[in-house]
């Protein structure tokens, strides 16, 4: 879509620390929206279900964070209830930037479940596409997936 030379003004696109290791948006795309000047709003910050953090593989805190470190101009961030509302507030108010170095330790440290996308699943999966687009697709609907 960035190659048709549409005037985008903002492009959402997936920003966590999973997402360098596999088909990366923060790679291919984030340097592009760079290029043509379209500001970029980061969502899936958790990798998509929070299934990492579930695991413990990383803190919401080190995944915001690191989203919120990246070149964007906002996060977008799925909230769930009042208690992921209030810890999402608390991260946003005493935000600090990661360092370079801090990044670069959150992708090493996450790489051995980084490379094939099984925590953004968003990516690899047809699952996650709409009934509009996967009747467009040839795919059939979420109510004929297996459960």
């Known amino acids: 879509m960035l190659s048709h030379n549409y005037p985008f003004d903002t492009v959402q696109l997936p920003i966590n620390c999973f997402d360098a290791n596999f088909m990366s948006f923060q ?9 043509q000047g379209i ?22 805190q080190e995944a915001i964070r690191y989203s919120m470190s990246m070149p ?8 769930d209830s009042v208690e992921v509302l209030r810890q999402n507030i608390a991260i946003a108010r005493s935000f ?3 360092t370079a170095q801090e990044m670069q330790a959150l992708r090493e440290r ?11 699943l968003f990516k690899s999966s047809k699952k996650f596409d709409a009934d509009v687009g996967r009747k467009q697709h040839g795919f059939p609907t979420q109510d004929q997936l297996p459960t």
């Not at 996450?110 to 953004?120: I, K, M, S």
């Open 27 to 35: 790679n291919q795309v984030l340097p592009e929206l760079d290029r």
């Open 110 to 120: 996450v790489l051995p479940y980084a490379t094939d996308g099984r925590f953004e």
């Open 72 to 79: 964007i101009a906002t996060l977008v961030s799925g909230i």
């Open 96 to 98: 600090q930037p990661m």
């Open 39 to 60: 500001a970029a709003i980061g969502m899936k910050s958790l990798s998509g279900n929070a299934e990492a953090v579930k695991k413990g593989l990383v803190t919401p």
